[in-house]
């Protein structure tokens, strides 16, 4: 079974400062990552992913994520947090086997502090 | 492609009536999700179709919520009667299977049963 665990459900950054979002899984096959972002109203959007390539996924808006198998991690981070980052940010696995179905967290809501 | 579209954006019924939410995936995906999100509960998956034949929908809280895929291009979730505590965004999202591209989401559409 596959699980995915977002640690803190809402975190608060001023804006230069260094954005770490946390998201630990647990996957008894190697793991697909996904890390999604939702602006206010509205969906949710791609923001990177890992499929067993590189270990450090690069996505837009600046952000990149480390796929670490020795901790279970899939952190999200950016190095200086700009406004344009208030939103809420969901970490997801999966493993693109036969039912493609993937595990969502609960969400990490991010505010950006002038 | 245009993306996932979702309609209408935004509905307000009257407790009682039936809603039906309309959702077209992306050309050539073959999997379909139908998600829920509140403020209580999160991004909840109601049910999903393969190659437009519902494999799982333990996610749907009751038998008022009913959900069809006639075609490959066209998918509905239907309420009725619907309540109060119906209220809230649902989205629809598709992929294609096993490529671990993750899911595309469509802008969803609000809900208000009053």
């Known amino acids: 079974a596959q699980s995915v665990t977002q640690l803190g459900s809402h975190v608060s950054v001023s804006e230069g400062a260094l954005v770490l979002l946390r998201c630990n899984y647990s996957s008894s096959v190697p793991p697909y990552l996904f890390w999604y972002v939702q602006y206010p109203n509205q969906g949710l959007q791609l923001l990177l992913k890992y499929t067993s390539a590189a270990t450090l996924v690069k996505g837009i808006n600046g952000f990149e994520a480390e796929f670490k198998k020795s901790e279970t991690s899939f952190h999200l981070t950016k190095p200086s947090a700009h406004m344009s980052d208030a939103a809420e940010y969901f970490c997801?696995?999966?493993?693109?086997?036969?039912?493609?179905?993937?595990?969502f967290g609960t969400g990490t809501l991010l505010a950006v502090q002038p | 492609d245009a993306g996932v579209i979702q309609s209408p954006r935004h509905e307000v019924t009257e407790m009682g009536q039936e809603v039906t939410l309309r959702c077209k995936p992306i050309s050539g995906h073959d999997y379909l999700f139908w998600y829920r999100q509140t403020m209580m509960r999160g991004l909840e998956l109601l049910i999903y179709f393969n190659n437009n034949v519902p494999i799982d929908d333990s996610g749907m809280p009751e038998d008022r919520f009913s959900a069809k895929m006639p075609n490959a291009s066209f998918s509905t979730l239907k309420i009725q009667p619907s309540e109060p505590r119906d209220s809230a965004v649902y989205f629809c999202a598709s992929s294609l299977a096993g490529q671990g591209d993750g899911y595309t989401f469509g802008s969803g559409t609000r809900l208000t049963v009053v």
């Open positions: 997801a696995v999966g493993h693109g086997g036969a039912t493609n179905k993937l595990i």
